[in-house]
């Protein structure tokens, strides 16, 4: 049984920072080092829309919106995921969500249909 958790989520204002994390467990380590681990974000009333996403060895994707401002990375030791916010704008405030598959997601990181798996969320909140 695969398991997300996220944290880190909290309130900022505009140009603040903010470090997410997900911490996976219940499966390999093997399908955890070469599957995919992404973060989607959901504001009220808009879609679920792809933020990041570490697939493969090291492999990497961002939405244009976050390009630049947004870091993702992956410590496989601890099978957790990490998402380095900086430059916040509140058009960046929604429920975060990390979500995970066993595949290689080059090919679909962004769509949410794509992802077995997925955490609670963990909310971000920018204030201008």
């Known amino acids: 049984q695969v398991h997300l958790v996220e944290s880190g989520g909290g309130s900022v204002q505009a140009g603040g920072s903010l470090r997410l994390s997900c911490a996976a467990s219940g499966y390999a380590y093997s399908a955890y080092s070469r599957g995919c681990m992404a973060w989607f974000r959901q504001a009220p009333g808009k879609e679920r829309e792809g933020v990041a996403a570490?697939?493969?060895?090291?492999?990497?994707y961002y939405a244009d919106s976050v390009k630049g401002r947004f870091a993702i990375s992956r410590d496989i030791a601890e099978r957790t995921v990490y998402l380095q916010m900086d430059g916040l704008k509140p058009d960046d405030t929604a429920m975060y969500y990390c979500a995970a598959d066993f595949r290689i997601c080059s090919g679909f990181w962004w769509d949410p249909s794509g992802f077995s798996y997925w955490g609670q969320g963990t909310q971000v909140t920018v204030s201008s």
């Open positions: 570490y697939t493969g060895v090291r492999s990497t």
